[in-house]
């Protein structure tokens, strides 16, 4: 399947930010538009960042950063100002499962994710406010900031035309996104096969994980309504996954945190997207470079060679 121009140009700048985010001493530049409520309940909160550096007048393309899924808070990739002649980028901040949990709902993740596509409607209803094209949206996260982004994408377009809500009224459509050290499914038997070993995403769906994998059967109802490797199909867009571990553990990193951030939830998830003709791009240490460009996991290389790629699209 080939990405075309937009596709190609939102998911450059996406793996910008990802090496960004590599950088533990990148500042944060203060937002344009702060703490925007993009719904009814305190955590539904957007950052908003607007290109200050650049000729360009806009409506510029948007990056959507996704945040915490355990705990409230604001998604950060790192130093936006690199891409001040390229892109805004909007941090994301949902409700969390904890919310859910503490609200009593059955399926917790159910927050998070309505969240995710909410923002998504949120920033394209009020693209023309705030100077941003509606028509080139990115998700994108880092490590438990995947799960909304991906989900987003292979959910397919959750517009309501009948809503009484202009919000929800708004199409989910998004151009592509993509996933840094990341999970891409809440099925336990999934991720176990993909992972062997590893334990996650709990009280996602309303239960500790040993009680989701042991009841998985009658769980399967509610992973096909919100996990995104259920819910992908040919009609996803391009899917870009990025890890600086390579599928052997780095000796100064636990067992346990390895499980969670292998490159093998990216080849899992690549194999699926590769069966139900979807475009999906991984890249690690080791792995052959895909698509983007030569050196993914070299910051100055990578910074270098997408800097170029986006100022010539």
């Known amino acids: 399947m080939k990405t075309n121009v937009k596709s190609l140009r939102c998911c450059l ?33 957007l950052d908003i960042y607007i290109p200050a550096q650049t000729k360009k007048p806009g409506p510029y393309p948007v990056v959507m950063w996704f945040g915490g899924i355990w705990k409230s808070s604001k998604g950060t990739a790192g130093e936006y100002h690199i891409l001040a002649d390229s892109c805004a980028v909007v941090a994301v901040e949902m409700r969390s499962m904890t919310d859910a949990t503490d609200d009593k709902v059955a399926v917790p993740i159910s927050y998070v994710l309505l969240d995710a596509r909410r923002a998504v409607q949120f920033v394209r209803l009020h ?15 880092s490590s438990q900031g995947v799960l909304p982004a991906l989900y987003v994408a292979c959910a397919g377009d959750k517009a309501n035309p009948r809503s009484n809500d202009a919000v929800e009224r708004m199409s989910t459509k998004i151009t592509c996104v993509a996933g840094l050290i990341g999970q891409s499914s809440i099925d336990p038997k999934v991720m176990q096969e993909w992972v062997p070993g590893v334990e996650w995403g709990a009280p996602a769906l309303g239960c500790t994980f040993a009680e989701s994998l042991a009841k998985r059967d009658q769980l399967l109802p509610i992973i096909s309504q919100w996990s995104p490797d259920a819910l992908l199909s040919k009609d996803a867009p391009p899917i870009y996954f990025i890890n600086n571990w390579g599928l052997t553990k780095p000796s100064d990193v636990k ?35 895909e698509k983007y460009f030569d050196e993914p996991l070299s910051k100055v290389g990578a910074l270098s060679n997408l800097s170029a790629a986006i100022n010539q699209s």
């Not at 990802?18 to 925007?36: E, H, M, N, R, V």
């Not at 693209?127 to 996260?141: M, R, V």
Request: with cysteine; charged share 15%.
């Open 13 to 45: 700048i996406l793996m910008t930010l990802f090496c960004l985010a590599f950088k533990s001493d990148a500042a944060q530049p203060i937002p344009t538009f702060a703490d925007i409520s993009y719904g009814p309940f305190p955590h539904q909160l």
């Open 127 to 141: 693209a023309k406010e705030y100077n941003l094209n509606p028509d080139k949206i990115a998700t994108g996260g």
């Open 255 to 289: 067992e346990k945190t390895y499980l969670v951030h292998s490159p093998q939830w990216a080849i899992g998830f690549q194999k699926l997207a590769q069966s139900r003709g979807a475009t999906c791009y991984v890249q690690f240490p080791g792995h052959p470079p």
